[in-house]
């Protein structure tokens, strides 16, 4: 109940308000029923895990003990001044916070307000020329009912577009000459895709801003919209991804199009961890598939590297001598390192306010040479040329102890095998080669040439941009050269570094 309630309150505050106020009359007659004496029965709340005014997690608890059939209790079996005692205290609470709530509203509504405002700069401002549609998707009921009434007329009045409602049990328009029916409202939402023109050619108007539940987010087709608002986040990953497979399908008439979600506060996210579930949920059901776009997160890499190395095995003419064992799809994902990871992580923890330029002393093997390895952040994220470098904003150099360069920014995935290969199990630190280590630089005060090959590893990044550069003035669909690029070492920061002796 109490997670119910966040998740409601997460969505809408009228939603929220709706809660309180049912559970309120729920415990109102309860009341009267204690009151009434042993002979009474109370019939306990049936609850549907589909419904539209419930966003429920299997996590939250014991699904058989709370979800099935209307149960009846005799008031005489149960401890009556207990449970009078608990209600009237919650009765309390609820009251107080129904109070509260209700406060809330209009300009108060600081999420509602933040939406007119996305959806203003939105239709000034359309991401493809004049479109202006867009879709709000909510998990409840409510909250679509809340967010239509409070939108239709600021978008009538401000913009002169129409605006739908679709849930499971209603269907709204601010039109009368569009029906109500869902088949006649989405087709005038998306008349390209769903043939208008031959379906509805009497139906001049349109509609520009649809409000929906997950009733609509399968099995439609609505790629005239570019512009998709996750009002509230589904437990279910899964569901984000269907509603934004409402516009992001093949046949789009849209260059550009965009999801925006709205995540819970801060404080709120504390007590549901909505977030770190949601997103946790996305990157499983990544690395599990066949490798599609995790869409929640913007800078993941590593699928478009795939792509580009894929390409290139189709098109270059590969030397046998490189292959060694052979070309696996495995080789050119990363997620061997992520399983690495997320195993460290459950038995060390997540590691937190970790000081930059921490370093390791590791032992060469017969097929690793002698050099460092260094971890580097570029200070300038957006800059990530032809989308070579995977773990970007990160890169990752492989230098020998001479200056000559193992394995450059690209071969991450080269350089990251050496990593693992000398680095997994050592659980503890090598006191010998630290030692051997802390006497050749005295202490770590002389570290002028770990510096040095730190400078010639940044140069090797910087060079290799430059050669892009030149080779792009001889290939067709535009230079790089003049685009935003790193600019020099001032660009990078050191994350760390592993000596290899």
Same mark, same amino acid.
């Given at each position: 109940?109490?997670?119910?309630?966040?998740?409601?309150?997460?969505?809408?505050?009228?939603?929220?308000?709706?809660?309180?106020?049912?559970?309120?009359?729920?415990?109102?007659?309860?009341?009267?029923?204690?009151?009434?004496?042993?002979?009474?029965?109370?019939?306990?709340?049936?609850?549907?895990?589909?419904?539209?005014?419930?966003?429920?997690? /299997?996590?939250?608890?014991?699904?058989? #003990?709370?979800?099935? !059939? @209307? +149960?009846? =209790?005799?008031?005489?079996?149960? $401890?009556?001044?207990?449970?009078?005692?608990?209600?009237?205290?919650?009765?309390?609470?609820?009251?107080?916070?129904?109070?509260?709530?209700?406060?809330?509203?209009?300009?108060?509504?600081?999420?509602?307000?933040?939406?007119?405002?996305?959806?203003? /700069?939105?239709?000034?401002?359309?991401? #493809?020329?004049?479109? !202006? @549609? +867009?879709? =709000?998707?909510?998990?409840?009921? $409510?909250?679509?009912?809340?967010?239509?009434?409070?939108?239709?007329?600021?978008?009538?009045?401000?913009?002169?577009?129409?605006?739908?409602?679709?849930?499971?049990?209603?269907r709204q328009c601010t039109t009368k000459e569009i029906p109500t029916d869902l088949n006649a409202l989405l087709t005038c939402f998306?008349?390209?895709?769903?043939? @208008?023109?031959?379906?509805?050619?009497?139906?001049?108007?349109?509609?520009?801003?649809?409000?929906?539940?997950?009733?609509?987010?399968?099995?439609?087709?609505?790629?005239?919209?570019?512009?998709?608002?996750?009002?509230?986040?589904?437990?279910?990953?899964?569901?984000?991804?269907?509603?934004?497979?409402?516009?992001?399908?093949?046949?789009?008439?849209?260059?550009?199009?965009?999801?925006?979600?709205?995540?819970?506060?801060?404080?709120?996210?504390?007590?549901?961890?909505?977030?770190?579930?949601?997103?946790?949920?996305?990157?499983?059901?990544?690395?599990?598939?066949?490798?599609?776009?995790?869409?929640?997160?913007?800078?993941?890499?590593?699928?478009?590297?795939?792509?580009?190395?894929?390409?290139?095995?189709?098109?270059?003419?590969?030397?046998?001598?490189?292959?060694?064992?052979?070309?696996?799809?495995?080789?050119?994902?990363?997620?061997?390192?992520?399983?690495?990871?997320?195993?460290?992580?459950?038995?060390?923890?997540?590691?937190?306010?970790?000081?930059?330029?921490?370093?390791?002393?590791?032992?060469?093997?017969?097929?690793?040479?002698?050099?460092?390895?260094?971890?580097?952040?570029?200070?300038?994220?957006?800059?990530?040329?032809?989308k070579q470098n995977r773990l970007h904003p990160y890169y990752i150099v492989y230098i020998k102890d001479n200056g000559e360069l193992?394995?450059?920014?690209?071969?991450?995935?080269?350089?990251?095998?050496?990593?693992?290969?000398?680095?997994?199990?050592?659980?503890?630190?090598?006191?010998?080669?630290?030692?051997?280590?802390?006497?050749?630089?005295?202490?770590?005060?002389?570290?002028?040439?770990?510096?040095?090959?730190?400078?010639?590893?940044?140069?090797?990044?910087?060079?290799?941009?430059?050669?892009?550069?030149?080779?792009?003035?001889?290939?067709?669909?535009?230079?790089?050269?003049?685009?935003?690029?790193?600019?020099?070492?001032?660009?990078?920061?050191?994350?760390?570094?592993?000596?290899?002796?």
């Amino acid at each position: 109940m109490r997670i119910n309630l966040l998740k409601r309150i997460e969505s809408s505050v009228d939603s929220f308000r709706l809660t309180v106020e049912n559970v309120l009359g729920q415990i109102t007659d309860t009341l009267k029923a204690i009151e009434k004496g042993a002979t009474e029965t109370y019939s306990g709340v049936q609850i549907d895990p589909d419904a539209e005014e419930l966003d429920w997690d /299997a996590d939250w608890g014991d699904e058989e #003990n709370i979800i099935g !059939k @209307k +149960v009846k =209790v005799r008031i005489g079996d149960m $401890d009556l001044m207990r449970w009078n005692e608990d209600l009237s205290a919650d009765l309390n609470i609820l009251n107080s916070l129904l109070e509260d709530i209700k406060k809330v509203f209009g300009e108060k509504d600081l999420k509602l307000e933040h939406l007119k405002n996305i959806l203003s /700069a939105k239709i000034e401002n359309p991401l #493809n020329p004049n479109n !202006k @549609k +867009v879709i =709000v998707f909510t998990a409840f009921a $409510d909250t679509a009912n809340y967010l239509y009434k409070s939108l239709k007329d600021f978008l009538k009045s401000n913009y002169g577009i129409n605006s739908a409602l679709i849930t499971g049990s209603k269907r709204q328009c601010t039109t009368k000459e569009i029906p109500t029916d869902l088949n006649a409202l989405l087709t005038c939402f998306s008349p390209i895709s769903k043939s @208008k023109a031959q379906i509805y050619p009497e139906i001049t108007e349109g509609i520009d801003v649809l409000i929906a539940t997950d009733c609509i987010s399968e099995g439609q087709n609505l790629q005239d919209c570019d512009y998709l608002i996750n009002y509230d986040i589904h437990w279910n990953p899964v569901r984000i991804i269907q509603r934004f497979g409402r516009i992001d399908r093949i046949g789009s008439i849209n260059s550009n199009i965009t999801m925006v979600n709205f995540w819970p506060d801060v404080t709120l996210d504390a007590y549901i961890n909505l977030k770190q579930r949601v997103e946790s949920r996305m990157l499983i059901s990544n690395m599990a598939s066949t490798g599609d776009d995790n869409i929640l997160n913007a800078e993941e890499k590593d699928l478009e590297y795939r792509k580009i190395q894929l390409k290139k095995l189709q098109e270059d003419v590969v030397d046998l001598e490189d292959l060694r064992g052979g070309v696996s799809i495995t080789d050119l994902g990363l997620n061997d390192f992520r399983v690495d990871l997320s195993n460290y992580i459950k038995v060390y923890g997540v590691l937190k306010n970790i000081p930059e330029g921490l370093h390791a002393v590791a032992k060469a093997t017969s097929g690793t040479d002698k050099g460092v390895i260094y971890v580097l952040k570029n200070i300038n994220s957006d800059v990530n040329i032809d989308k070579q470098n995977r773990l970007h904003p990160y890169y990752i150099v492989y230098i020998k102890d001479n200056g000559e360069l193992v394995f450059n920014h690209v071969d991450a995935k080269k350089t990251l095998d050496i990593f693992r290969l000398i680095c997994k199990g050592k659980t503890q630190p090598l006191e010998e080669l630290a030692k051997q280590f802390s006497a050749e630089t005295n202490d770590y005060r002389k570290m002028d040439a770990y510096s040095g090959l730190l400078q010639k590893s940044i140069s090797t990044i910087l060079k290799s941009e430059e050669e892009k550069d030149v080779q792009s003035l001889f290939k067709s669909g535009g230079t790089l050269a003049l685009r935003s690029k790193i600019k020099g070492i001032e660009d990078f920061k050191l994350i760390s570094f592993l000596v290899i002796k």
